[in-house]
């Protein structure tokens, strides 16, 4: 792992680090490629400009600094206008000062706040793994949770589930409802410096895996709290640190990595699906699975039938924008098949994330490149991670 104000990844050997869910890299050049120009008036098809803005920041969560909110600040602004939700960091990554939990108190305040500015079901989502992967840890006056690696050594039910209730309790204590969690991916490599290293996955057994999944699941769902499993198609042969360079794991990765999410769609325990950033050539010779139409739509819809919302990994990881730019990355995940588009602002920060968002995608369906259609039917699957109304 790296030094802290460098690498994001590194942040995870601390109690409650500041990295992003599971990013991965996925490429290693630094061409950019420049947002695409609307096209002509007579080949746009026509639409309620307004209405799809609105469709479509309601697809969007994004990360932003502060400790309280007020009615001036972006976020807010961004909520009021329709955003989607928002994933709350206790780091924050270039300063390494706190972000947006300190304590109990403030955060539920904060948390209050921001539901109160929204005028839908605010989705606040968090990365609560369990030991070194939690925002809310003893640091910022919240108990200390074991990790996966800790659970699924003992692999008792009754055990698995006090586990998960302690998470999930501190969850709906703050008003967090989507948790990006639990990692499935399996400890084949256990010196995997962003999994096996720190403990984030149950078991290299996929029975153990699916078990120890299921059980937290379960106890999320009692609460009204969504999860989701990740980091699709299979994190756990990585051998390299995923930040900002390529990981590929086409010489290293097995297929059985897809059986825990294959067991957990056909059980009906996978509320969304967590894609990576990782390059795995087995799958696709040239896109990481993220921005993959084979991996997200022919793989995880087609061969695993899942239906419901996919989430993107990081999309501001450097490796992403150094490849393919920002609006090409959106481009390229919303035609693979993705439907919420996780902006954790810690690589990159940008107060301006949501509305360029929202100008490129609009240019994407002008252009074609997206439908409509397509959106449609992200908004409708992202609904069902809301919460209750």
Known sequence: MKDVSVTRRRLLTGVGSAVVAGLAGCGASTAETPPRQPASPTASPTFDEAALRRKIASLLVVGFRGETVDDNDWIVRAIRDGLGGVILFDRDLPTNAPRNIVSPAQVTALVRSLRQASPGRLIVSIDQEGGQVARLNPANGFPATQSEAEIGARNSPAATRAWAQQIVGSLTSIGANLNYAPVVDLDINPNNPAIGQLGRSFSDNVGVVVTNATEEIQVHRAAAVKTSIKHFPGFGTATGNTD??????????????????????????????????????????????????????????????????????????????????????????????????????????????????????VNLVRDGRITQAQIDQAVARVDTLRPPR
């Open 244 to 361: 900002f360079a390529v990981v590929d794991v086409s010489n290293t990765w097995q297929r059985r990595e897809l059986e825990p999410f294959q067991q957990l769609i056909r059980t009906g325990m996978a509320d969304s699906v967590l894609v990576a950033h990782l390059l795995n050539r087995q799958l696709d010779p040239t896109l990481p699975a993220s921005l993959s139409r084979a991996v997200v739509t022919d793989l995880l819809r087609g061969q695993l039938g899942f239906t419901g919302p996919t989430v993107s990994d990081d999309m501001q990881a450097a490796a992403i924008l150094n490849r393919y730019g920002q609006n090409e990355a959106v481009a390229l995940g919303l035609a693979a098949g993705l439907d919420l588009l996780v902006f954790a602002n810690q690589q990159v920060y940008n107060p301006n994330i949501v509305e360029e968002t929202l100008d490129n995608v």
